[in-house]
């Protein structure tokens, strides 16, 4: 069952020679299905790091991280794998699309890692594409593709699975003041309509009105933003 993400007490240090990096900082936080959360904090602060930990990308040095109540430290190199294509579903700073694919595939390619596609697999895909004003772009390639469709397309793709959780690190950095408002509904509407957890790191102020609650990360430190900042 989807009960969302739980970090107790998360550190990660980066260990380089004998020089070390504190990324985390004893990291505690909980985000429950429907709950939209917003990550803010300066450059090198952690927030990528934070959400590689919690989208299971990356092992914490110390403390617990939660996936639906499944604690990630006992799981195999597989399971992990498994639980990322299952129930996470990521849209990166870039996104990190197949070259050799147009964008109705890029789509597909999700259910045939885990599985196989259904005509409604198809149909869900057309739709998702259509409501990120992609239908006019099917079947082209990355490559003949802007750098916010692009991401729009990523941001398609992160839905197609429906996963339990969202993570998105600064989703509308490519994009424009109008597509930047669109895309973070989008996400707001798929976390409140499908009862997803996400979390979104921006550097955007004017896209935290779509969230529910705001942290401040700060030296591997985060910290919740008191309301009246929101
Ligand atoms: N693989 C790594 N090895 C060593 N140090 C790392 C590694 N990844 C990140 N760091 C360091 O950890 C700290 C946090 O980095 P992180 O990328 O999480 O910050 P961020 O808040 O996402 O920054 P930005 O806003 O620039 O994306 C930084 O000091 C960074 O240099
Ligand atoms: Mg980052």
């Not at 909980?30 to 590689?52: C, D, I, N, Q």
């Not at 050799?100 to 596609?117: A, E, I, P, R």
């Given at each position: 069952m989807a009960t969302g993400l739980k970090l107790n007490n998360v550190s990660k240090v980066y260990q380089e020679g004998n020089h070390h990096v504190t990324?985390?900082?004893d990291v505690s936080l909980s985000v429950k299905p429907g709950e939209f959360v917003a990550v803010v904090g300066p450059s090198g602060s952690g927030k990528s790091t934070f959400l590689s930990i919690a989208g299971a990308l990356l092992q914490a040095t110390s403390g617990v991280v939660e996936i639906n109540g499944q604690d990630?430290?006992?799981?195999s190199a597989k399971a992990l794998s498994n639980l990322r294509v299952q129930e996470i579903g990521f849209i990166l700073?870039?996104?990190?699309?197949?070259?050799?694919?147009?964008v109705f595939d890029q789509l597909l390619l999700v259910k045939k890692m885990s599985g196989s596609v259904s005509k409604s697999d198809k149909t869900y895909a057309n739709e998702l594409l259509e409501s990120l004003g992609l239908d006019e772009r099917l079947k082209n390639f990355p490559d003949q593709l802007s750098g916010g469709e692009r991401q729009r397309t990523a941001i398609a793709r992160a839905f197609m699975n429906n996963p339990s959780m969202i993570l998105a690190d600064?989703?509308?950095?490519?994009?424009?003041t109008s597509r930047s408002h669109e895309v973070v509904q989008l996400i707001s509407k798929e976390v409140k309509s499908r009862n997803k957890a996400a979390i979104m790191v921006t550097h955007?102020?004017?896209?935290?009105?779509?969230?529910d609650n705001v942290y401040r990360m700060e030296d591997g430190r985060l910290q919740k933003e008191s309301p009246t900042h929101v």
């Amino acid at each position: 069952m989807a009960t969302g993400l739980k970090l107790n007490n998360v550190s990660k240090v980066y260990q380089e020679g004998n020089h070390h990096v504190t990324a985390l900082d004893d990291v505690s936080l909980s985000v429950k299905p429907g709950e939209f959360v917003a990550v803010v904090g300066p450059s090198g602060s952690g927030k990528s790091t934070f959400l590689s930990i919690a989208g299971a990308l990356l092992q914490a040095t110390s403390g617990v991280v939660e996936i639906n109540g499944q604690d990630l430290s006992g799981l195999s190199a597989k399971a992990l794998s498994n639980l990322r294509v299952q129930e996470i579903g990521f849209i990166l700073q870039t996104s990190n699309l197949i070259p050799y694919l147009n964008v109705f595939d890029q789509l597909l390619l999700v259910k045939k890692m885990s599985g196989s596609v259904s005509k409604s697999d198809k149909t869900y895909a057309n739709e998702l594409l259509e409501s990120l004003g992609l239908d006019e772009r099917l079947k082209n390639f990355p490559d003949q593709l802007s750098g916010g469709e692009r991401q729009r397309t990523a941001i398609a793709r992160a839905f197609m699975n429906n996963p339990s959780m969202i993570l998105a690190d600064e989703p509308t950095a490519s994009l424009d003041t109008s597509r930047s408002h669109e895309v973070v509904q989008l996400i707001s509407k798929e976390v409140k309509s499908r009862n997803k957890a996400a979390i979104m790191v921006t550097h955007d102020e004017r896209m935290l009105q779509y969230c529910d609650n705001v942290y401040r990360m700060e030296d591997g430190r985060l910290q919740k933003e008191s309301p009246t900042h929101v």
